[in-house]
């Protein structure tokens, strides 16, 4: 049986046997709805429109809740057998509490009897999955944006920077903006993610983007519920938050300068391999003309090395911007349980799930 993957995201899960070359068998929202004991739904049901959120920020903040995912895609989305658990490689956020890491190793063990564990961290995965082992990667994700640099396999922490932004704060800002020029309109979250998805976009450039709000083609969209809404401008300015992040009412860099800026706290002997081998991963990163945008502002940045992106190889999976460290996953789940490198039920056993620490790195 091959080993799972398991890539815990903020706004989605990634799951599947250990096949690099494919895509995670499964994706699915994190967002959970809960209902009563019984099962039943009615208007009078106190628990109507509840919904819980297992991962806050790229953090796990409901273990509860993140049992009850974990137990239905374990079981019933990949078809493990209770009584013959397989083994399982989770993808850890920058900057991972040790607790953490430790209530994961042992949910997995006490709870779900799994064979064999291992945990590495997203920033090196992401690498593995375009053939780097050094690089830097650039996580935009639903709660958050992360920098690391990676050498050798290993995270840079000292130069890793960690900005508490992300997807989700770009679709408040598209709710905002599409409010002010729809004010009849009552838009519901879900339809202003879904209509971020669809129609956002980075400008050529900031002149380009100054342009687009003095005037900007408009076109019309049709929610679910009927209701028709006006979308311009609106849908440059998500893209350009990310590069010019006062639009979010932040005192901040775009995107690129801090990269830039994470690098020049390494070592210097390593800027060069470290820029010319930048990796983007997350769903925002696929934007429409972002990546085009991301290499304008890196002719334009502070350092003498600009930043390059490297491109996925052509057998990868499409998409691979959205799962990147789910695949660099699956490419060392190839390695780690054959080699017996992993944390064993005895090494739980023996050392607790301090033991995570020491072969998980």
């Given at each position: 049986?091959?080993?799972?993957?398991?890539?815990?995201?903020?706004?989605?899960?990634?799951?599947?046997?250990?096949?690099?070359?494919?895509?995670?068998?499964?994706?699915?929202?994190?967002?959970?709805?809960?209902?009563?004991?019984?099962?039943?739904?009615?208007?009078?049901?106190?628990?109507?429109?509840?919904i819980v959120e297992p991962v806050v920020r790229g953090f796990i903040k409901d273990w509860d809740a993140m049992e009850d995912l974990l137990h239905h895609i374990l079981y019933t989305g990949l078809g493990w057998e209770i009584g013959n658990e397989g083994q399982i490689l989770f993808t850890d956020p920058l900057c991972t509490p040790k607790a953490a890491r430790e209530q994961l190793v042992q949910l997995m063990f006490e709870t779900f009897n799994i064979s064999g564990f291992y945990a590495s961290e997203q920033a090196v995965l992401s690498l593995y999955?375009?053939?780097?082992?050094?690089?830097?990667?650039?996580?935009?994700?639903?709660?958050?944006?992360?920098?690391?640099?990676?050498?050798?396999?290993?995270?840079?922490?000292?130069?890793?920077?960690?900005?508490?932004?992300?997807?989700?704060?770009?679709?408040?800002?598209?709710?905002?903006?599409?409010?002010?020029?729809?004010?009849?309109?009552?838009?519901?979250?879900?339809?202003?993610?879904?209509?971020?998805?669809?129609?956002?976009?980075?400008?050529?450039?900031?002149?380009?983007?100054?342009?687009?709000?003095?005037?900007?083609?408009?076109?019309?969209?049709?929610?679910?519920?009927?209701?028709?809404?006006?979308?311009?401008?609106?849908?440059?300015?998500?893209?350009?938050?990310?590069?010019?992040?006062?639009?979010?009412?932040?005192?901040?860099?775009?995107?690129?300068?801090?990269?830039?800026?994470?690098?020049?706290?390494?070592?210097?002997?390593?800027?060069?391999?470290?820029?010319?081998?930048?990796?983007?991963?997350?769903?925002?990163?696929?934007?429409?003309?972002?990546?085009?945008?991301?290499?304008?502002?890196?002719?334009?940045?502070?350092?003498?090395?600009?930043?390059?992106?490297?491109?996925?190889?052509?057998?990868?999976?499409?998409?691979?911007?959205?799962?990147?460290?789910?695949?660099?996953?699956?490419?060392?789940?190839?390695?780690?349980?054959?080699?017996?490198?992993?944390?064993?039920?005895?090494?739980?056993?023996?050392?607790?799930?301090?033991?995570?620490?020491?072969?998980?790195?």
């Open positions: 049986m091959e080993a799972v993957v398991v890539d815990i995201g903020s706004k989605l899960l990634k799951a599947g046997p250990a096949v690099p070359d494919q895509a995670p068998a499964l994706i699915i929202p994190n967002q959970m709805e809960r209902i009563p004991e019984d099962g039943s739904m009615n208007d009078s049901s106190p628990f109507e429109d509840i999955a375009v053939g780097r082992i050094s690089g830097c990667t650039v996580d935009i994700g639903h709660g958050k944006i992360d920098i690391a640099p990676v050498i050798e396999g290993a995270v840079q922490h000292i130069a890793s920077r960690r900005f508490e932004i992300g997807g989700i704060d770009l679709t408040k800002l598209l709710a905002e903006e599409l409010g002010k020029s729809n004010p009849l309109v009552n838009i519901k979250m879900s339809d202003v993610e879904k209509i971020k998805e669809q129609f956002s976009c980075c400008a050529d450039d900031e002149l380009a983007y100054e342009k687009i709000k003095r005037s900007c083609q408009t076109e019309q969209h049709t929610l679910p519920d009927g209701q028709v809404i006006t979308i311009g401008r609106e849908r440059c300015t998500v893209g350009e938050a990310l590069f010019q992040p006062s639009i979010l009412g932040l005192e901040a860099h775009g995107i690129v300068e801090q990269l830039v800026r994470c690098i020049s706290t390494v070592s210097s002997d390593n800027h060069r391999q470290l820029l010319e081998n930048t990796v983007l991963c997350g769903g925002t990163a696929s934007m429409t003309g972002f990546e085009e945008r991301f290499h304008k502002e890196a002719g334009l940045c502070s350092s003498a090395v600009r930043p390059t992106l490297i491109k996925p190889p052509e057998y990868m999976p499409e998409n691979l911007t959205n799962y990147s460290a789910w695949v660099g996953g699956a490419i060392l789940a190839k390695v780690v349980f054959p080699q017996n490198q992993h944390v064993t039920k005895g090494d739980y056993d023996e050392n607790g799930p301090s033991v995570v620490h020491r072969k998980c790195f």
